[in-house]
C-alpha cells in the first residue's frame, strides 16, 4: 500500500512523497496497521474507546488518552504531552484497535497517562518541521565531537522533540562509555537539552532501516517489533553452513529469521535417526556425515575412509539401527545404497518459446572471419562482365590465376596492341575459378 503521492511517475519511475515519513495516509510508513474495525460502527449504548496510537519518527510509537473527546482520525498531527513542554507526532491508530494493541503489548492505562493537547497548529507543524531539518547536520557534529575525545561509541541517530526544546541521541556501544565531557560540548555547541540514549544494534537497524540479503526491506524495520534469542543452533537444525559472514544480518547479529521455520525443521528432523548413532556394519563402523531432510536421505562413511559417503534412505537407517540393538550386523552399506535409484534433475524445458537457460554459457565465434569469407564468395562486377564475353566465343583476356603465367602475358600482349589502359591489378580470390575459365584460350 502507498498514498497518492507516493505513486509511480509518468516514466514509470516512483516519485516518492518526500514527506519523511509523514504522509497524509499514513499507508506507506514503517509499522503500521491496517484498522479493519474503521467500518463497523460503535454497538448502541458503548463510547468509543477514547484512546489513540501516535507515531514519531522511525516508528516509536505511544498511547495517548483522548481527554479532550477531539475528534480524530488516522492522518491527524497532533500535540502530545511530553515530560517538560509538548511533542509533535501523527495519529495511526484509533477506536477498538486501540486497545487491542494496549492489551497485547502491556501497556498501564492507570499509571503511564499522558494526553493530547489539541491538534496542530500550522505554527507547531512549522517548528516541528524546521527541527526535522537539523536533525542531519547536527548528526555530522556529534560524531565529530564522539571521534575528537575517542569515544567507542557510534552517533546512529537523533531525534528532536516537537517543540524543539529536546534532542535525544541515540546511540550503540559494546562497552560502558563515560560521555559527561561529551553532553557538556553538545550542550554548549548546540545550544539545547540533552538526552542520551543507548540502544542495542538490532534496534539501530530498526531505527535506520535497510535492505537484506533476500532482497526485502529489513523485517524489523517494517513488521517485527519484539527481538527474540537467535543462537546457532538454529542454523545446525536446519543444515545451514556455519559461516558467520552469511548468518549475520545488517546489525552484526544473527538473523531473525532463522527462527521462522526452526520449528517445521524440529518436526521433519523427528523422523530420522539422531546424527550421533553410529551403523555397526561387517565391513566397518559408520557414522552420519550429512543430512538431507527435504528428501529423507542420509549420508555415511565408514570409519577411515571419510571420503567415501554412502546414501542411504532414513527408513534403511532405522533397519540396520534396529538389526544392531539385536547385536546383528549387516553386510555393508553398498548393498543399500544399490538399491537406492537417485532420480536425474529435469533439465530447463522450452515451454513458453524461450532459449536454454545457459545459452550465454557457450563462447562467441569469431564474426570477422565469417564475414571476410562471406565478401570473398562474392564475385566483382568485372568478372561477371568476363564471363559473358566468354559465353559469346569472344576471345578472353586470360586467367588471372596466379600460377597461370602464360595468361598474364598473353594479356600484356593485347593490351600493348590496343594501346589500351591496364586495368587495376585486384587481389587473387581463394575460390577455384569457374569452369569456363578452365578452358583453354582459343586465341592461344
Not at 10 to 23: E, F, I, S
Not at 139 to 162: C, N, P, T
Not at 195 to 215: D, T
Request: glycine share 6%.
Amino acid at each position: 500500500m502507498a498514498c497518492q503521492s507516493c505513486a509511480t511517475g509518468k516514466d514509470g519511475q516512483p516519485k516518492g512523497c518526500k514527506n519523511n515519513g509523514t504522509c497524509g495516509t499514513d499507508s506507506c510508513n514503517k509499522l503500521t496497521v491496517f484498522d479493519w474495525l474503521a467500518n463497523m460502527s460503535v454497538p448502541n449504548g458503548e463510547k468509543p474507546f477514547d484512546w489513540v496510537e501516535v507515531r514519531f519518527k522511525n516508528g516509536r510509537k505511544h498511547y495517548y488518552h483522548n481527554t479532550e473527546n477531539l475528534t480524530l482520525s488516522i492522518g491527524d498531527i497532533v500535540a502530545t504531552q511530553a515530560q517538560s513542554g509538548h511533542d509533535i507526532g501523527m495519529v495511526t491508530l484509533t477506536g477498538e484497535l486501540v486497545r487491542v494493541q494496549i492489551k497485547r503489548k502491556k501497556f498501564d492505562t492507570k499509571t503511564d497517562v499522558w494526553k493530547v493537547y489539541r491538534k496542530a497548529s500550522q505554527k507547531d507543524i512549522d517548528i516541528w518541521s524546521g527541527a526535522r531539518d537539523k536533525e542531519e547536520p547536527m548528526k555530522v557534529k556529534a560524531r565529530q565531537f564522539a571521534i575528537d575525545l575517542k569515544l567507542k561509541m557510534k552517533i546512529s541517530d537523533i531525534e528532536f522533540q516537537g517543540d524543539s526544546s529536546k534532542a535525544t541521541f541515540y546511540y550503540t556501544a559494546e562497552e560502558r562509555v563515560d560521555f559527561r565531557e561529551l553532553i557538556k560540548i553538545y550542550a554548549r555547541e548546540f545550544r539545547i537539552r540533552i538526552e542520551m540514549k543507548q540502544v542495542g544494534f538490532r534496534q539501530e537497524a530498526s531505527r535506520l532501516g535497510g535492505i537484506g540479503s533476500c532482497g526485502r526491506e529489513l523485517c524489523c524495520s517494517t513488521w517485527l517489533t519484539d527481538f527474540r534469542s537467535v543462537s546457532t543452533s538454529a542454523a545446525r537444525y536446519q543444515q545451514l553452513s556455519l559461516n558467520p559472514q552469511k548468518l549475520a544480518g545488517q546489525c552484526g547479529k544473527l538473523k531473525c529469521c532463522l527462527n521462522y521455520e526452526l520449528d517445521s525443521y524440529l518436526d521433519a528432523l523427528k523422523a530420522f535417526p539422531k546424527s550421533d548413532t553410529k551403523l555397526y556394519t561387517e565391513k566397518g563402523t559408520a557414522v552420519c556425515q550429512k543430512t538431507d531432510i527435504f528428501k529423507g536421505h542420509m549420508w555415511y562413511a565408514y570409519e577411515g575412509e571419510w571420503m567415501n559417503w554412502h546414501l542411504i534412505t532414513t527408513d534403511q537407517a532405522r533397519e540396520i539401527i534396529a538389526l544392531n540393538k539385536k547385536k546383528e550386523k549387516v553386510a555393508s552399506l553398498e548393498e543399500y545404497a544399490a538399491d537406492l535409484v537417485v532420480e536425474d534433475k529435469t533439465k530447463f524445458e522450452n515451454v513458453v518459446g524461450q532459449d536454454s537457460l545457459t545459452r550465454f554459457d557457450s563462447p562467441k565465434g569469431n564474426k570477422k572471419r565469417r564475414n571476410n569469407r562471406n565478401r570473398n564468395k562474392k564475385k566483382p562486377q568485372h568478372v561477371k562482365t568476363e564471363a559473358k564475353n566468354s559465353n559469346n566465343n569472344k576471345p578472353k583476356q586470360g586467367n588471372k590465376h596466379p600460377q597461370n603465367n602464360k595468361s598474364k602475358q598473353a594479356n600484356k600482349t593485347q593490351q600493348g596492341n590496343t594501346n589500351a589502359k591496364p586495368k587495376p591489378r585486384r587481389k587473387p580470390n581463394r575460390k577455384k575459378p569457374d569452369n569456363n575459365n578452365n578452358k583453354p584460350n582459343e586465341s592461344k
